[in-house]
C-alpha cells in the first residue's frame, strides 16, 4: 500500500517520532515508510524523546508502552503540556481493550498491536496526523475569531 501526504504545501513531510528500545520497531517502521514521503525520528528512550520534541514539531509520537525508566504516560503528560501537542499512539504486544480504554481516557489518540501490520500502521498514523493537523489549524485561527467577536 503506497501512500503520500494529503497536505498541500511541497515539500512538507509528514513526521514521526518513534520511542521505543527496541530497534526492530524502528527497523520495522522504517521498512513501512521507506516508500513513502514520511520522516521517522527514532528514540530509544523517554529523555531521548522529549529532547527530540522539545528541538522540533512533531505532529505524531508513536510510544512503547513498556517504557525504563518513566513510561508512555509521562511521554503523554509532557506532550499534552506542549503549545501545539503531537497526537500519541501507544504500541504493545498486549495491546488489549485495558490498555486502549487507558489510552484513551488519559487523551492519547490510539494504541496499535505489535507486532506491526503495515496497514494498520499507515492507516492510524495517517489519521493521527490529520487529526493533529485540523486541530493545529483550528488554535491557529482562534485568536482571529476571538478577535472577530469582540
Not at 8 to 29: I, K, M
Not at 63 to 88: F, I, R, Y
Not at 125 to 142: E, G, I, P
Not at 143 to 148: E, G, I, S, V
Request: glycine share 4%; proline share 6%; charged share 20%.
Amino acid at each position: 500500500m503506497a501512500f503520500e501526504t494529503t497536505e498541500t504545501h511541497p515539500g512538507r513531510v509528514v513526521t514521526v517520532l518513534s520511542v521505543s528500545p527496541d530497534e526492530q520497531d524502528h527497523a520495522q517502521l522504517q521498512s513501512i515508510f521507506e516508500h513513502s514521503k514520511w520522516q521517522l525520528h527514532k528514540a530509544g528512550n523517554l529523555m531521548r524523546a522529549l529532547e527530540l520534541l522539545n528541538k522540533r514539531e512533531i505532529p505524531v509520537v508513536l510510544c512503547e508502552s513498556n517504557l525504563q525508566p518513566g513510561s508512555w504516560k509521562d511521554l503523554l503528560d509532557h506532550a499534552q503540556a506542549m503549545p501545539n501537542p503531537p497526537t500519541v499512539i501507544v504500541a504493545s504486544r498486549l495491546a488489549d481493550n485495558y490498555l486502549w480504554s487507558e489510552v484513551l481516557n488519559l487523551g492519547g489518540y490510539d494504541v496499535l498491536a505489535k507486532p506491526f501490520q503495515k496497514e494498520e500502521v499507515v492507516r492510524s498514523l495517517s489519521l493521527a496526523w490529520l487529526h493533529w493537523k485540523n486541530r493545529s489549524r483550528t488554535a491557529a485561527r482562534m485568536p482571529l475569531m476571538m478577535r472577530a467577536a469582540s
